[in-house]
């Protein structure tokens, strides 16, 4: 089946469910750069019936099980693409111990060491905002939706910039056509486009942060205190 969203005789935006095989349903395939397993495509309905059966939620309530989707959908785009990129570091980091290993190098430069080290940091760190995100969605708080904006661009840009940093350690090898860092640089540059333009999404997200509404606090409420932080990790 599909979720299409859709105006309603009264002009709400309302969000139903359609059958993938009913009649006047046309859909078209389109195959994506490097995003091997990704669903991309085209949809056309001429007269598809819709019952009111069907009607996901109520009337009106389309834009609010949109924000509440991308708020869950959001945040595993960016752990998908933190994923590729702790694997691009994985490989790195192998490919440069075999070459130490093998004397085709003496020992490893300090720039390389940091590049490793740094990229281990901006991988980790991204993903516990991508937790974070997650938590708030399933929790229904009322700022999933900035952060769900806020961290899928992110964690995907963090995810491009320390695989395309890492890649550059591995030399030439890691450029040809069979390398699968070429298949995970292929797959974080498309993410940085798919579900929205990431200057879109932080516009997004600072909209929100400078809203005038009272009720819409800034931020998670941090720990102030060693015993606040040991308390939160702990509960």
Same mark, same amino acid.
């Given at each position: 089946? %599909?979720?299409? %969203? %859709?105006?309603?005789? +009264? ?16 859909? !078209?395939?389109?195959? =994506? *750069? ?14 598809? $019936? ?7 939620? !109520? ?26 990129? +702790?694997? &691009? ?13 093998? !004397?085709?190098?003496? @020992?490893?430069? @300090? ?14 760190? +991204?993903?516990?905002? &991508? ?9 229904? @708080? ?9 961290? #899928? ?21 890691? %450029?040809?056509?069979? *390398? =699968?860092?070429? #298949? ?15 200057? *879109? ?12 509404? =009272? ?5 998670? $409420?941090? $720990? !102030?205190? *060693? ?9």
């Amino acid at each position: 089946m %599909f979720v299409v %969203f %859709f105006t309603d005789p +009264a002009g709400q935006l309302t969000a139903g469910i359609i059958d993938a095989g009913a009649r006047g349903l046309d859909r !078209r395939t389109v195959r =994506p *750069s490097g995003l091997a397993g990704w669903s991309w495509g085209e949809l056309r309905l001429d007269e598809v $019936p819709l019952h009111f059966s069907d009607v996901l939620g !109520r009337p009106g309530q389309g834009m609010e099980l949109l924000r509440e989707h991308f708020a869950h959908y959001r945040p595993l785009v960016a752990a998908t693409a933190l994923g590729a990129a +702790a694997a &691009v570091s994985d490989h790195v980091a192998a490919h440069l111990c075999a070459r130490r290993s093998s !004397r085709l190098i003496a @020992d490893l430069r @300090d720039n390389a060491l940091i590049t490793v080290g740094r990229s281990y940091a901006q991988i980790n760190a +991204a993903l516990l905002a &991508v937790l974070t995100a997650q938590r708030l969605s399933e929790g229904g @708080d009322q700022l999933a939706t900035l952060w769900g904006c806020a961290i #899928k661009a992110h964690g995907v840009d963090a995810a491009h910039a320390t695989a395309s940093e890492l890649a550059l350690l591995a030399g030439a090898t890691g %450029f040809t056509a069979s *390398s =699968p860092l070429t #298949k995970a640089l292929g797959d974080l540059s498309a993410l940085r486009y798919a579900d929205g333009i990431h200057d *879109s999404l932080y516009r997004a997200a600072g909209r929100a942060l400078t809203a005038t509404s =009272p009720a819409m606090p800034a931020a998670i $409420p941090l $720990p !102030r205190t *060693s015993r606040e932080v040991h308390n939160r990790l702990h509960a």
